[in-house]
């Protein structure tokens, strides 16, 4: 009898053995088919047996959560999206709920109620609680700084979160998470705290230790260009940029801008032809090619096809809604169409100047108190891209400083990858 309770207990841990290293296979296949092989399917059903054998596998719970967010279907009907997304929820607080003090789970789960849920209490909750348990988690004081800015608007307080990052010891970091946070940073410095010599600074040493990373060549470039007004400088960097990822639409259009200033228009519109070519469905390529056609090459009804094209794209892309009432209202004589869309633009921002002035004008014209005249010079005072910070200046609407640069008020691609990189909850096995 004890032989056999020996060998029924030898049995059973063999059975449990396989189990696992079944399970261990199965996780390192589901994650080679979702993140190299791309095959979304083949990983979802490997993630389903997985959780089968094992409900409470969480780096599975974690990962197939992933793959439901990032697989999202856009042409799907509501009900069906929202399904999904309870789905990836759920595994996430069963994640949560099984190792509460896990930061890697906390923090995916954080991103997806920031990015998917728009829960940013939420998200700024669990990031808070990562970092309570880390103190040294450089990529959750990177993306926690980034909802500070971004969503709170609190650029003081996002300053504080990247110099803390910042005096992190250099083991504590990668090259990757360092250009990340340098160059989150620089943003932030450009674009809310008006400190271009800091943003300066920290786009350099970005370039120190990613010397081809196009998305920080671009960012200092239009730093050069539009703060130091060093051209030479500026087109260098954008060269070099595009020399490293020759198809990066936002480097050709910030090129295109430049190239504009300096009345290089012919080399200006075969770019950003080049541009809309690469990426058709770029709201904001799109965009900048129609306000070429506009203000500078006068092809009117060219410009309108391609702002039509824009809000296919992006129903609620102010620039393209004021610019279009401006081609509608000026050239076109269509004040009714320019106010409604001056309105739209309005739904979008109601503190756009721009669209304000464009609507006022066209209920001015519209109510007898204005006479529609294509060379009225008050007609022409709201004639500016809506990516303007100041008033218009004379001789503005001569179509070069029409585009609007590309990638400096928000973040861009480095941090949105490092942020998607950094999701993945770890193999452990």
């Not at 290293?21 to 990983?43: H, I, K, N």
Request: aromatic share 6%.
């Amino acid at each position: 009898g004890r032989i056999d309770e020996k060998e029924g207990r030898h049995e059973e841990e063999e059975s449990v053995s396989d189990k696992e290293e079944s399970l261990s296979t199965m996780c390192q296949r589901a994650q080679e088919l979702f993140e190299v092989a791309q095959d979304y399917d083949g990983a979802e059903v490997l993630y389903k047996r997985v959780l089968a054998l094992d409900p409470n596998h969480v780096d599975t719970l974690c990962n197939y959560a992933l793959l439901i967010e990032f697989t999202q279907d856009e042409h799907a009907d509501q009900k069906t999206a929202a399904a999904e997304l309870e789905h990836a929820e759920a595994l996430y607080r069963h994640a949560a709920f099984l190792e509460p003090n896990r930061t890697d789970v906390l923090y995916q789960h954080a991103l997806f109620l920031k990015n998917v849920r728009g829960d940013y209490d939420g998200a700024e909750q669990l990031m808070l609680r990562v970092l309570e348990l880390d103190p040294l988690d450089a990529t959750a004081m990177c993306n926690y700084a980034l909802l500070l800015h971004h969503v709170r608007k609190d650029a003081p307080a996002a300053q504080r979160i990247y110099q803390r990052a910042l005096a992190l010891p250099n083991h504590t970091l990668s090259d990757e998470e360092s250009v990340s946070l340098l160059y989150s940073y620089a943003s932030l410095c450009q674009t809310s705290l008006n400190d271009a010599e800091q943003a300066n600074e920290l786009f350099r040493a970005a370039l120190a230790l990613a010397p081809s990373d196009a998305t920080v060549l671009n960012s200092m470039a239009s730093l050069q260009h539009l703060h130091f007004n060093d051209t030479a400088q500026a087109e260098q960097l954008y060269q070099r940029a595009l020399e490293c990822e020759p198809e990066n639409v936002e480097v050709m259009s910030n090129y295109a801008l430049l190239l504009q200033h300096l009345k290089r228009h012919a080399q200006a519109y075969k770019l950003l032809r080049r541009a809309v070519k690469t990426a058709p469905d770029h709201p904001d390529t799109v965009c900048n090619l129609a306000q070429f056609e506009h203000k500078k090459r006068r092809r009117f009804a060219r410009a309108r096809t391609l702002y039509r094209n824009v809000l296919k794209l992006d129903r609620q892309h102010l620039r393209a809604l004021v610019n279009f009432g401006v081609l509608e209202g000026k050239q076109f004589a269509n004040v009714t169409k320019a106010q409604r869309l001056f309105e739209r633009a309005l739904d979008v921002d109601p503190d756009s100047r721009d669209a304000k002035e464009g609507y006022m004008h066209c209920k001015s014209i519209l109510s007898g108190a204005l006479i529609h005249d294509q060379d009225d010079a008050n007609f022409d005072r709201f004639v500016y891209s809506a990516s303007n910070t100041s008033p218009p200046q004379e001789g503005a609407l001569d179509g070069t400083g029409s585009l609007s640069p590309i990638g400096q008020a928000e973040v861009g691609t480095l941090a949105q990858t490092a942020e998607r990189d950094s999701r993945g909850a770890s193999q452990g096995e």
